[in-house]
């Protein structure tokens, strides 16, 4: 009884170090952006809140078009989301639970292109989108990012497992075609794993910063990511005015992962539940 209790206060114990180490990064961010710049460089650092904050604020919102870029990254992000989930579920049913001429090849290339470095193909994409007329449009930043081969990967082990072929041999019975059984009877059972792709798809574009400053030209349409950069001057930087700036962009990211982790707790638990 003694070691049972004795295990479990250690056990406590090392997960709330574990949760301070993780969110000591945030509170020191809070703590940068109530205080100026001066004090983030005294020795030893001060770790306490300053009065700051809102005065770095407002220097964010007047040096930078922050709601702009806000809207503009929110436009992307939502929509490759969403793009995202569709079309890379609706590709990992099909080389799960389908079986057609080439499929093991073409997902064997689909694989390959893991390797292949993301700056790599800056250029040549940036040459596609300036051939559609795209360069400076969101259009650039949402179509190329609308399907991709983790998500695809992803997708395709998780439908492998948890989707039964006795199921959609029932639906195909009773009439469903390959869309509809997609829809109705594969969709709700991968839910968790779409929840996890939502979050993962919605944080990498909300923090994207290369590729929106490659194709991006126009300096008043930009992102928020690249917004931010223009903060830093060219020879002197206020890191108490770009930390009030990070700490106000990384909000909706903890709105969103907050919902989608709930979401994907929710019908893990209930899958457990059902099995």
Not at 52 to 61: A, D, E, L, M, W
Request: charged share 10%.
């Amino acid at each position: 009884m003694i070691s049972n209790r004795r295990g479990r206060l250690m056990t406590y114990g090392a997960l709330t170090i574990g949760a301070l180490i993780l969110l000591f990064p945030y509170y020191w961010i809070v703590v940068m952006a109530s205080n100026t710049t001066a004090d983030i460089y005294a020795t030893p650092p001060r770790l306490t809140f300053g009065g700051h904050f809102f005065s770095n604020i407002s220097q964010v919102f007047a040096k930078i078009d922050f709601f702009g870029s806000l809207l503009n990254t929110l436009i992307v992000a939502v929509a490759v989301t969403v793009l995202v989930l569709f079309f890379d579920s609706l590709a990992a049913f099909t080389f799960a639970k389908y079986r057609f001429p080439g499929s093991s090849i073409l997902f064997g290339i689909l694989l390959a292109t893991f390797v292949v470095p993301a700056q790599l193909a800056s250029i040549p994409q940036f040459s596609i989108m300036a051939s559609f007329g795209w360069v400076g449009s969101l259009k650039a930043l949402i179509i190329p990012a609308a399907a991709n081969a983790f998500g695809i990967f992803w997708m395709r082990q998780y439908c492998q497992s948890a989707l039964p072929d006795e199921l959609l041999e029932a639906a195909r019975m009773d009439g469903a075609g390959f869309f509809r059984t997609y829809w109705t009877i594969a969709l709700p059972v991968l839910r968790p794993a779409l929840a996890f792709l939502g979050i993962f798809t919605f944080v990498n574009s909300w923090n994207d910063y290369l590729w929106p400053l490659v194709v991006l030209i126009d300096s008043n349409h930009v992102t928020l990511q690249v917004a931010l950069s223009q903060l830093n001057g060219l020879y002197v930087s206020d890191y108490s005015v770009v930390m009030a700036g990070t700490l106000v962009a990384i909000i909706p990211l903890i709105i969103v992962f907050l919902f989608g982790a709930r979401h994907f707790i929710k019908n893990i638990a209930a899958g457990a539940l059902k099995g």
